[in-house]
C-alpha cells in the first residue's frame, strides 16, 4: 500500500517525510497557486525533499498542449508522473504519452467508467474523487472498491490512487477495502497520529516515573 502527500508546501513534505510513512507527493494546480513560486520551482523544490514519485498536473486542455507539458515536466525533476485529466482530450493524450514511455495517468476522476478507459490507455494510476463524490451525494469510497474490483478481475496493473480524502474515516475506509494507494492532505496525515488513550498513558508512565531522571542516567 502507497501512503502518499497531497501539497505543494515543501514545509508540510518536510515535515511527513521525517514520519518515514510517505512513498511520494501528489499537487495539482490549485495547491501550487496557493504558493508564491513558479510552477516550475515548487515542483523543483518538492522532488529535493521527496523520496519517490512525484505527480504533476497538466493545465492545458487540448491533447497537444497536455502532451507537451507532460513532456516539459520530465526535465523538471527525475521520477515525475504526469496528472492528466479524465476529458477526451486526456484520455488522447494519454495514449500518446504511453507511446513516449512517459509515466502518465488520470485524475479529476469521478465513474468506473472512466477508470476502465484509462486503464485500457495502460494509465499509471486512475484518481477517483473520494470526498467530492460524497459531496455531490455520490459513493466515493463504494467507486473506488468497485474500481478496485474491475482491475483486480482483469489484471489491470493501473494503480488505484484515492484522492480527495476528507478524513481518517475516509482513509480507514480505503485501508479496509485494500486500496493500493491514497493521497491525502497533511491534515489528515496528522489526524492519524493523536489518540486520547495514548496521551493519557504517556502521562501515567512519566507521572509513575516521577523525578528520577533519564534513564540512561539515574
Ligand atoms: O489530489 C486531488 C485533491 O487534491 C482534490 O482534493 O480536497 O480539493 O477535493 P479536494
Given at each position: 500500500?502507497?501512503?502518499?502527500?497531497?501539497?505543494?508546501?515543501?514545509?508540510?513534505?518536510?515535515?511527513?517525510?521525517?514520519?518515514?510513512?510517505?512513498?511520494?507527493?501528489?499537487?495539482?494546480?490549485?495547491?501550487?497557486?496557493?504558493?508564491?513560486d513558479?510552477?516550475?520551482?515548487?515542483?523543483?523544490?518538492?522532488?529535493?525533499?521527496?523520496?519517490?514519485?512525484?505527480?504533476?498536473?497538466?493545465?492545458?486542455?487540448?491533447?497537444?498542449?497536455?502532451?507537451?507539458e507532460?513532456?516539459?515536466?520530465?526535465?523538471?525533476?527525475?521520477?515525475?508522473?504526469?496528472?492528466?485529466?479524465?476529458?477526451?482530450?486526456?484520455?488522447?493524450?494519454?495514449?500518446?504519452?504511453?507511446?513516449?514511455?512517459?509515466?502518465?495517468?488520470?485524475?479529476?476522476?469521478?465513474?468506473?467508467?472512466?477508470?476502465?478507459?484509462?486503464?485500457?490507455?495502460?494509465?499509471?494510476?486512475?484518481?477517483?474523487?473520494?470526498?467530492?463524490?460524497?459531496?455531490?451525494?455520490?459513493?466515493?469510497?463504494?467507486t473506488?472498491?468497485?474500481?478496485?474490483?474491475?482491475?483486480?478481475?482483469?489484471?489491470?496493473e493501473?494503480?488505484?490512487?484515492?484522492?480527495?480524502?476528507?478524513?481518517?474515516?475516509?482513509?480507514v475506509?480505503?485501508?479496509?477495502?485494500?486500496?493500493?494507494?491514497?493521497?491525502?492532505?497533511?491534515?489528515?496525515?496528522?489526524?492519524?497520529?493523536?489518540?486520547?488513550?495514548?496521551?493519557?498513558?504517556?502521562?501515567?508512565?512519566?507521572?509513575?516515573?516521577?523525578?528520577?531522571?533519564?534513564?540512561?542516567?539515574?
Amino acid at each position: 500500500m502507497k501512503l502518499y502527500l497531497d501539497t505543494g508546501d515543501t514545509g508540510a513534505v518536510r515535515e511527513a517525510m521525517a514520519l518515514g510513512v510517505i512513498d511520494g507527493v501528489t499537487t495539482n494546480p490549485s495547491l501550487v497557486a496557493s504558493t508564491d513560486d513558479s510552477y516550475r520551482t515548487v515542483i523543483a523544490n518538492l522532488a529535493d525533499l521527496v523520496d519517490g514519485p512525484l505527480f504533476v498536473q497538466v493545465l492545458a486542455d487540448d491533447v497537444e498542449g497536455m502532451v507537451e507539458e507532460a513532456h516539459g515536466y520530465q526535465q523538471w525533476a527525475d521520477d515525475i508522473v504526469v496528472k492528466i485529466p479524465a476529458t477526451r482530450e486526456g484520455f488522447e493524450a494519454l495514449g500518446r504519452l504511453r507511446e513516449t514511455g512517459v509515466r502518465a495517468g488520470t485524475t479529476v476522476l469521478f465513474s468506473v467508467e472512466q477508470a476502465v478507459l484509462a486503464a485500457k490507455n495502460d494509465a499509471t494510476f486512475v484518481a477517483p474523487y473520494v470526498g467530492r463524490l460524497d459531496d455531490a451525494g455520490s459513493d466515493g469510497v463504494g467507486t473506488v472498491k468497485r474500481i478496485q474490483t474491475i482491475y483486480d478481475t482483469y489484471g489491470f496493473e493501473t494503480e488505484v490512487l484515492a484522492a480527495s480524502i476528507r478524513n481518517t474515516t475516509q482513509a480507514v475506509a480505503l485501508y479496509e477495502a485494500g486500496v493500493d494507494a491514497v493521497t491525502m492532505s497533511p491534515s489528515v496525515l496528522d489526524d492519524h497520529i493523536p489518540h486520547p488513550g495514548t496521551d493519557e498513558g504517556v502521562a501515567g508512565f512519566e507521572a509513575d516515573w516521577g523525578d528520577r531522571g533519564s534513564p540512561l542516567t539515574e
